[in-house]
């Protein structure tokens, strides 16, 4: 893997996609950023230049889109050395009874299908780079909490990255899953300035990809102090 990574982030257009990206961005790796919202991905790479950033558009939930991503990346900087898998939503309605199926489906077509895509889209370049794959789950993944179907995908995303690790250790891959609590992120519609902070987040994928190859950083959780 070479010190200076190519790092493609779903969800780079808010909360700890975006400062992820920065993070990075700022380390001097290159980043190859999408979501759909196309002006706040222009606006990151307004900032750092577009030798050192690509932004794609795209809708993580449709496999073309994903693929899409990927091309353009390897396209672009000739190889993907780590992809950060963070893209996201939740719903208004909780529950099971009081729960909205189709917030239902919207949300596991992201959370759940848009991980599997980017996965299966980007593991073959992984592959050629020994690369590193990276999920944000969630505390929500750990816990039992009360009816969440959110929470239930988050519990998805906790299984499959250590199942992918273990395919990925094959070829001397890497995988690590991301468990946050709460964080300041435009997730929620109002802010939780005592919570943790999208940086945080970035600051634990520096971390995992500046680990030696030889060191899988298999999973972190991080939680408010308060
Ligand atoms: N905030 C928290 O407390 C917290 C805690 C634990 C885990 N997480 C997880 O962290 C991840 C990032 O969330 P965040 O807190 O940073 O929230 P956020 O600010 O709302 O960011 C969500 C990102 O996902 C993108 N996204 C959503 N649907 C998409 C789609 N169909 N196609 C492409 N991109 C899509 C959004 O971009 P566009 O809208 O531009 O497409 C945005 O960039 C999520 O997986 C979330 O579940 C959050």
Redesign the pocket.
């Known amino acids: 893997m070479h010190n200076e990574k190519v790092i493609l982030i ?8 975006a400062a992820t990206a920065e993070k990075v961005l700022e380390a001097g790796h290159k980043a190859v950023i999408t ?3 196309t002006d ?1 991905l222009n606006a990151i790479v307004e900032r750092w230049g577009e030798d050192k950033v690509l932004a794609v558009t ?4 449709i496999l073309a889109e994903v693929t899409k991503v990927v091309n353009k990346a390897n396209d672009k900087f000739g190889r993907i050395d780590v992809v950060f898998a ?4 939740g719903v208004n309605s909780s529950g099971i009874e009081n729960g909205d199926p189709n917030e239902w489906k919207t949300m596991l077509d ?2 759940i299908n ?1 991980l599997l895509f980017t996965a299966k889209a980007s593991l073959p370049s992984l592959r050629e780079t020994q690369g590193h794959f990276i999920i ?1 789950s ?1 505390i929500a993944g750990k816990i039992s909490l009360k009816g969440s179907v959110y929470g239930a995908s988050k519990w998805f995303a906790y299984g499959f990255g250590q199942n992918l690790a273990a395919e990925m250790a094959e070829w001397n891959g890497r995988c690590t899953i991301l468990c ?4 300041n ?4 519609n109002e802010a939780k300035p005592n919570k943790l902070d ?1 940086s945080d987040i970035a600051n634990a994928v520096v971390f995992a990809i500046s680990s030696d190859p030889r060191c899988d950083v298999r999973e972190i959780t991080l939680m408010p102090t308060k």
């Open positions: 779903t969800g780079a257009s808010s909360g700890i996609g979501a759909r919202s706040k795209a809708d993580v939930s963070n893209a996201g939503t992201v959370n848009a944000t969630s946050p609590g709460m964080v992120t435009p997730f929620f999208p």
